[in-house]
């Protein structure tokens, strides 16, 4: 089916978007990472968030989960990958599978920090962001997964099943990827490890990765105020906007995104 | 000729060809991947009798991958005369791919 909505991230921005495109009558899904993963799930108290000082991280993103999933909105816990458009339609990659959409509403997070020594220049030579698009590839070679996610671990045990000598880091410190054209090794906390393949599993994803000739300053996707991005029927929300890294923002950001992608959707669903 | 389907010997084949051929290596299980196939079946119509274009799946032809050094996939390899001209790694825009076919027809 062509769902009205595709949204990525299921924090404050995207589940609100969610919910507002419901509350539009639209037809709604949403990629998300675990909800450990998401970093109002570490915080154990939120003080400003409007009416219900003091409330933790956990009740209030579990609250908003709820909400989104009451008001009809599929989600689905998966890796979105990559998205592109072919005629009026989105792609968009989660794993091994692909939907499609009218519009798209980024809420994908802030990526923290800086690409690590050596990641962009062997990026698709060894570096690899999919464990499931890229781990068959391997099978039977060394490979090292470095893990900043709750569900790191489980891709690294993916890539053992299907026959990968894996060595897993879970939040290494210290990493720099060796190889001059390919991946060779990587260096963890000064000591070396040989490997073909480098798996990188982070709780956010570069929007620009995520969709190539995206328009960002500073890291920040640029957006106007009805959260458009320079691609159309393409919207962004919460801290991928950039500062304050707040939930009340992000919440009130994706319920821009999700009203902007629901008038999108009827204008391109007639 | 409309989009065609690679193993080693029709890879081989198509590789001696004097026009320009387009290789999308990819497997089923890559979402990614598939979500790039109607954009490189659009390429194999708009440019048919121009340029030969094919895909190749890594799981059934591996030593194909490796002899290409495939490390991730999708990625879509350019040839002309046999040699390699180009390679795109991970989904670009349909334009992308579009430009690099006309820029080496």
């Known amino acids: 089916m062509t769902y009205d909505i595709l949204i990525v991230g299921g924090g404050p921005a995207g589940l609100s978007a969610a919910v507002n495109g419901r509350a539009r009558g639209k037809s709604v899904l949403l990629l998300s990472s675990p909800m450990a993963d998401n970093p109002l799930w570490k915080a154990e108290r939120v003080e400003n968030y409007l009416g219900l000082p003091g409330v933790t991280g956990p009740e209030l993103l579990g609250a908003f989960r709820r909400h989104a999933k009451a008001s009809g909105a599929e989600i689905r816990e998966l890796r979105a990958l990559s998205a592109m458009p072919v005629g009026e339609t989105w792609y968009l990659s989660g794993e091994e599978h692909v939907f499609e959409g009218r519009s798209l509403v980024l809420a994908a997070g802030a990526v923290r920090g800086k690409a690590l020594p050596g990641e962009e220049r062997l990026l698709g030579r060894g570096v690899s962001y999919c464990a499931t698009c890229d781990g068959m590839l391997y099978r039977g070679r060394d490979v090292v997964v470095l893990g900043w996610t709750e569900s790191a671990e489980r891709e690294a045990d993916f890539l053992r099943r299907i026959g990968c000598a894996v060595r897993f880091h879970d939040r290494p410190q210290g990493v720099e990827i060796l190889g001059e054209d390919a991946v060779t090794g990587v260096r963890v906390n000064g000591r070396e490890e040989k490997a073909d393949a480098v798996f990188l599993l982070r709780p956010a994803v570069a929007p620009t990765a995520l969709l190539p000739g995206l328009a960002v300053e500073n890291g920040a996707v640029t957006v106007d105020r009805n959260m458009a991005t320079n691609l159309p029927g393409v919207f962004a929300a919460g801290d991928c906007t950039g500062g304050p890294y707040q939930a009340a923002k992000a919440a009130g950001e994706g319920l821009i995104a999700g009203q902007s992608a629901a008038k999108w959707a009827d204008r391109t669903n007639q | ?105």
């Open chain 2, 1 to 105: 000729m409309a989009l065609e389907h690679w193993n080693a010997a029709g890879f081989a084949e198509a590789s001696t060809s004097d026009q320009l051929v387009v290789v999308d290596f990819w497997a089923d299980w890559c979402g990614p991947c598939r979500m790039l196939g109607p954009t490189v079946e659009e390429l194999a119509e708009r440019y048919d009798g121009k340029a030969r274009v094919g895909k190749v799946n890594v799981d059934a032809d591996p030593e194909l991958a490796r002899h290409f050094g495939i490390m991730s996939i999708p990625t879509v390899v350019f040839l002309k005369g046999g040699k390699e001209i180009a390679r795109k790694v991970g989904v670009m825009p349909a334009a992308v791919y579009d430009g690099l076919v006309r820029e080496n027809l």
